[in-house]
């Protein structure tokens, strides 16, 4: 299972605050999809995911080229 | 808040900025009156500046362990850095690529563009690791992988995050390839020994506690630099314009200073943002970011989790901290500190933290008692 964020237009730690508050919404083993715009998530994706101990699964796009953080939830 | 008895209480951005040392201050006031004329002349008034000016050079070079002819007063640091790497690329034997590390300042960055533009050089990023640190190994290949570098560009020190560059062997494989090596020491100058091994390095004042609007170019006798700029017809062929006479005097004074100083300040300050490395690490979900021991001895900076950068600066400063920030909200361009996005590490709730020379233990065990209460107010406001 994968749950879509739309972080589009938000600036950081905005993103980042959507991506924690949905974490508990998704089973361990789903991942969530934080699509955003600003660069700075690129970055704070990736050290949130090592900050909480989560899974940063890689960068897809959107169909509209915005980009999009894929994480799992681990724990 | 702020006593009057003590102006700098909180004031914790010596990165920024360095209070005047009272050694500048006096040295500056006595100069004022006795070098304002023009060095070049040969009256009265002009061989006082003259003195004045060249006693500057004598003092910063014997602080530094240079030759005083390898010294230059520039009008700032960044101005020092345009000169170094720009006169290194004019002078250039072979190659049109630049080689700096991921984590300079934008100074150095502004000038490799400018030289993609006007001198057809291209720019080559070496990437670092975790705690902004440059590897010898990583520079060892990227010179043997480059057919003629023309330069490699490293600072002494993070003006951000604090880590020390292991110069000493950066410096020994650019000299196996004969590559010319600028070093921007703005960071550390004064604070550290001055590290070895480079054709061209720089320094600013106000970074150590001299005047605002004096910066060193330092030119090792016989490298390949050329003047990238007009030249002018001053005492120095490698600066132009009128010499801020009594303000090289004062950055010199205040060098010699905190040369003289360092190693018991350093010491304490070292102590200091250790204890402020420790409290900071109990705050949940607060990164300190940087190296715990090869450091500067009077920086650390730290990310929140899920904090406004521009809300933390703010609410400090409301209860009379001077602090920085890396985060994008801070930033005039909106986008993060590159240092902090080489490095991989949080670019949000970011604070750099810097001690001036007067900052006391209180004045640290004061802020360490507020923050965590800061920081969990700002994510209650957010909802966590």
């Known amino acids: 299972m994968r749950l879509d964020l739309d972080c589009r237009g938000l600036r950081c730690p905005a993103p980042i605050i959507a991506l924690a508050k949905a974490l508990p919404t998704v089973d361990v083993g789903d991942e969530i999809a934080v699509a955003a715009t600003d660069v700075a998530a690129r970055v704070d994706v990736q050290a949130w995911c090592r900050m909480r101990d989560q899974e940063y699964v890689g960068e897809e796009m959107a169909e509209d080229g915005t980009p999009l953080y894929v994480v799992r939830r681990l724990l | ?384």
């Open chain 2, 1 to 384: 808040m702020r006593l009057p008895s003590d102006p700098h209480a909180g004031y914790l951005d010596a990165a920024s900025s360095e209070p005047l040392h009272p050694a500048a201050r006096e040295a500056l006031l006595a100069a004022l009156d006795r070098g304002w004329a023009d060095p070049r002349r040969l009256h009265t008034e002009a061989r006082n500046a003259r003195l004045i000016l060249d006693n500057a050079r004598e003092a910063t070079a014997a602080a530094l362990g240079v030759r005083r002819d390898e010294v230059t007063f520039t009008s700032s640091g960044t101005d020092a850095v345009h000169r170094g790497v720009l006169g290194l690329l004019g002078g250039r034997r072979r190659g049109s690529t630049l080689l700096h590390s991921a984590v300079e300042h934008s100074s150095v960055l502004h000038a490799a563009a400018w030289a993609g533009t006007m001198l057809d050089t291209t720019a080559r990023v070496l990437p670092v690791d975790r705690e902004g640190r440059l590897s010898p190994a990583t520079v060892r290949e990227s010179l043997a992988a480059l057919d003629g570098t023309a330069m490699l560009a490293v600072q002494s020190a993070n003006h951000e995050v604090g880590t020390v560059q292991p110069l000493a062997e950066i410096a020994a494989r650019a000299a196996e390839r004969g590559t010319p090596l600028f070093v921007d020491a703005c960071a550390s100058m004064g604070r550290l020994p001055l590290p070895g091994g480079w054709s061209v390095a720089s320094g600013s004042a106000h970074k150590w506690g001299g005047p605002a609007g004096v910066g060193v170019l330092l030119v090792r006798k016989g490298s390949a630099w050329r003047n990238p700029y007009p030249v002018d017809d001053r005492s120095d062929e490698r600066g132009s314009g009128f010499e801020n006479v009594p303000a090289t005097l004062a950055a010199a004074a205040a060098l010699q200073a905190v040369v003289a100083e360092r190693e018991a300040v350093n010491a304490r300050q070292h102590a200091l943002i250790a204890r402020i490395r420790d409290v900071v690490a109990t705050i949940p979900d607060v990164e300190v970011v940087g190296p715990a021991e090869t450091r500067l001895p009077h920086l650390v900076t730290f990310s929140c989790l899920y904090v406004d950068g521009e809300a933390l600066v703010t609410r400090l400063a409301e209860k009379g901290y001077g602090v920085a920030s890396g985060s994008a909200c801070t930033a005039s361009t909106l986008t993060p500190s590159h240092v902090l996005e080489a490095m991989g590490v949080l670019t949000h709730g970011n604070v750099r933290l810097s001690l001036p020379r007067t900052a006391t233990s209180a004045e640290v065990d004061a802020f360490l008692a507020l923050l965590p209460d800061v920081v969990r107010d700002l994510r209650a406001e957010v909802g966590l």
